[in-house]
């Protein structure tokens, strides 16, 4: 199975911050990367696909980026509602697996 | 707009079958890959195993082999609703339960359920 990591584990940042959350993958991956936000008691929703393609929907400071093994998301300006957990996942080999989040929290 | 709705017991004892239903509303079962994803308090999201609409599935080799021999996802395209059930239960499988649509065997999870915490207790 490809493995992926995720760092930080979790972060701490302002609102209007810039935030990048990272992955790695443990093969490569091609652009099959997407990243799901997720709120407490909520189901994952899709953010991103495909390494940098932006979901229907989504605000714009959301953006990814990377290929191979290594990719980015970035939210350009923290919001009050972004404060979530982010987790990648990619779909190039089934099984399809999952980073192990990054939690987004208030400074 | 494609909706999901997990629905099936909350509670379930040790060494039973676990059951789970997904009905889906606004796009045909038809069409499409549908998953199973779950989700352990407190942890990250595992991938189960997906059917496709002819009754094709893939489970995740990746888990200890029991967990393989223990699952079955079945179709019925008559109710536009797909199932899980995950056989002698353990604690180890407590966790909420998510159904999910994605287009093909490559692609994202677009459409998510709102998911059902089943936990595996005497």
């Known amino acids: 199975d490809i493995q992926m990591t995720q760092s930080p584990s979790s972060l701490s940042a302002s609102v209007g911050d810039r935030v990048t959350i990272t992955c790695r993958a443990s093969?490569?991956?091609?652009?099959?990367l997407n990243w799901y936000q997720q709120k407490p008691g909520k189901a994952p929703k899709v953010l991103i696909y495909?390494?940098?393609s932006l979901q229907s929907g989504v605000p714009s400071r959301f953006s990814g980026s990377g290929s191979g093994t290594d990719f980015t998301l970035t939210i350009s300006s923290l919001q009050p509602e972004d404060f979530a957990t982010y987790y990648c996942?990619?779909?190039?080999?089934?099984?399809?697996?999952f980073g192990q989040g990054t939690k987004v929290e208030i400074k | 707009q494609v909706q999901l709705q997990e629905s099936g017991p909350g509670l379930v004892k040790p060494s039973e079958t676990l059951s789970l239903t997904c009905a889906v509303s606004?796009?045909?079962?038809?069409?499409?890959?549908w998953s199973w994803i779950r989700q352990p308090p407190g942890k990250g999201l595992d991938w189960v195993g997906y059917?496709?609409?002819?009754?094709?599935?893939?489970?995740?080799?990746s888990y200890n082999p029991s967990l393989k021999s223990r699952v079955t996802i079945s179709v019925d395209t008559s109710k536009n609703q797909f199932s899980l059930k995950l056989s002698s239960a353990t604690a180890a499988d407590t966790a909420v339960y998510y159904c999910?649509?994605?287009?093909?065997?490559?692609?994202?999870?677009?459409?998510w359920g709102q998911g059902t915490l089943v936990t595996v207790s005497s």
């Open positions: 999910a649509r994605h287009l093909s065997v490559y692609s994202y999870f677009d459409f």
């Open positions: 606004g796009d045909s079962i038809s069409r499409y890959f």
């Open positions: 059917i496709y609409y002819s009754g094709s599935t893939n489970y995740n080799p």
């Open positions: 093969q490569s991956i091609s652009s099959y």
């Open positions: 495909s390494a940098s």
């Open positions: 996942q990619q779909s190039y080999s089934p099984p399809p697996t």
